[in-house]
């Protein structure tokens, strides 16, 4: 390992996914409003920062929302490319998507390509009449036309760095590391 | 895994990975659209020389549900009928470049000699009397979803095991997952020797009650060609299935289809202990998975021009 250097840590992690709940509810007619929305988090860090966002979405709306969350293996482009198969976890989408503004939530946006497997898998479970993205970090390199609405961090990376973000649930702390060479959280 | 010919190949982490993959793809059959594309642009061939309902539905479902593209191909009807040889068979369709063969035959061996002439992924569904092995990996789901796990559990499988190549792959499968295997049924219906895989043998249903699940199987009368049994009718009051025989707390399994009043009586049938329907959806998740498994991390064919093997 080259270097490791921590670019968010506990409080930065914290304050930032606040932040994005504020521009959630700002860019979806403010407190009061949003009646339509629902936070879809992306398997598995994507899905537990989905469930923060959630949590303060819903404190600062003073109700509750629809929330689900994705596994895109199925919908991945790359099958039969990969050397190893994924673990795979169920999908849970048990609210109507017709109509709503679906907010997708992941940790690190970086080709696109899991976010275009999103899309995909999300489509496969109603018609949502928006799809937001959040993402707790940008790395660049995208290899498709994808933007997110909702960014807690951009982080210019060369391809040979990894930016490897750590959730209490998981990994036993909060952050969010850049990689030179250095083993992907899976 | 690049081919499913036996369960004896498998690790029990292998059946657990299988059995969790088909617990998640278990949510696609319960959304409006019951389709995923993992396997969009592949093609799976359906060979079956004999006789299936079940079975090849459930293959069939489960590719179309991962988007793959089906080639069901009977031997009935088919150049078969003309002398053509196994091996010819699986040259000649070969040709049209399936990236997966699911292939049913009565010869032992079958799917692992059709495994070295192609290079598609084979799947065993089912050869002779050899084995079975994904009715075993969805009974051992079943067995998952209804009772946790296996670990531990004393599990009798009753009746022709002789004939019985599910069997076979069960009793292997249940093994590896921790269960304790016991067969039962009469002495010209359990093949010499057969405690050499590691289960124990009764002729009696006397010690039925131990038992936390109860796997029937089917009496074979179309391979019954020699008198294996006095009577239908004797082998139903010996070995039956029945209100009598099974306790409150005991799950029944079948691989179907079933002969009612034989094996096992209407009533334990229709009873709430008996997962026979959920075997048969387990079916479907469980051969999706394999199929994913044995698809799903090798390239497709029509990208790899390698030739057929001789």
């Known amino acids: ?186 | 895994m690049k081919h499913l010919v036996s369960v004896e190949h498998l690790e029990r982490h292998d059946i657990e990975r299988i059995c969790d993959r088909a617990a998640a793809f278990a949510e696609v059959a319960d959304r409006e659209i019951k389709k995923v594309p993992a396997l969009r642009g592949r093609t799976v061939l359906n060979l079956f020389y004999e006789a299936s309902t079940r079975t090849r539905s459930s293959f069939e479902l489960a590719a179309k549900r991962l988007s793959a593209d089906v080639v069901n191909f009977s031997a009935s009807g088919s150049s078969v009928e003309k002398g053509e040889s196994l091996k010819d068979t699986i040259l000649t369709l070969g040709a049209h470049k399936p990236d997966a063969i699911v292939i049913r035959t009565p010869w032992a061996g079958a799917a692992e000699l059709v495994s070295g002439w192609t290079p598609a992924a084979v799947v065993n569904a089912g050869d002779g009397k050899h084995e079975h092995p994904t009715q075993a990996l969805l009974d051992v789901h079943t067995l998952r979803q209804r009772l946790g796990g296996l670990d531990g559990l004393s599990i009798w499988i009753v009746g022709d095991v002789l004939h019985s190549r599910v069997a076979r792959s069960n009793i292997m499968a249940f093994q590896k997952m921790g269960a304790k295997v016991t067969l039962a049924g009469p002495p010209t219906l359990i093949p010499r020797g057969i405690e050499a895989l590691g289960c124990e043998v009764r002729y009696t249903l006397d010690e039925l009650p131990q038992a936390n699940v109860v796997y029937a199987l089917r009496m074979q009368n179309e391979r019954m060609d020699e008198s294996w049994v006095p009577s239908i009718r004797e082998y139903a009051t010996w070995y039956q299935i029945n209100g009598r025989r099974l306790g409150p707390k005991q799950v029944l399994m079948h691989p179907g289809p079933v002969n009612r009043g034989v094996e096992l009586s209407a009533e334990v049938v229709d009873s709430p202990q008996a997962v026979i329907t959920a075997q048969v959806a387990a079916g479907v998740v469980v051969r999706m998975a394999v199929l994913y498994e044995v698809l799903a991390h090798v390239p497709s064919t029509s990208r790899s021009p390698e030739g057929v093997p001789a």
């Not at chain 1, 970086?110 to 707790?136: C, D, H, M, N, W």
């Not at chain 1, 973000?165 to 952050?175: A, Q, R, T």
Request: negative net charge; charged residues 30%.
């Open chain 1, 1 to 186: 390992m080259d270097h490791e250097k921590v670019v968010l840590d506990e409080d930065d992690m914290r304050r930032t996914l606040v932040r994005i709940a504020h521009e959630i509810v700002e860019r979806n007619d403010g407190v009061g409003g949003g009646e339509s929305l629902a936070i879809v988090g992306i398997h598995r860090r994507g899905a537990i920062l989905a469930r923060r966002i959630h949590s303060l979405l819903s404190d600062l709306l003073e109700r509750e929302i629809p929330i689900g969350d994705l596994d895109i293996s199925f919908y991945r482009d790359d099958v039969g490319r990969r050397a190893e198969q994924p673990t795979i976890h169920a999908s849970h989408v048990d609210f109507d998507l017709d109509g709503r503004t679906v907010v997708l939530v992941d940790d690190v946006l970086f080709t696109g390509r899991t976010v275009r497997s999103a899309i995909e898998a999300l489509f496969s479970y109603g018609r949502p009449a928006k799809v937001q993205l959040a993402v707790l970090a940008d790395r660049g390199h995208r290899e498709l036309p994808i933007r997110p609405d909702y960014v807690g961090k951009n982080l210019p990376t060369s391809r040979s760095e990894r930016v490897n973000v750590h959730v209490e649930e998981l990994d036993h702390v909060d952050e969010v590391r850049i990689c030179e060479n250095a083993e992907v959280v899976a």
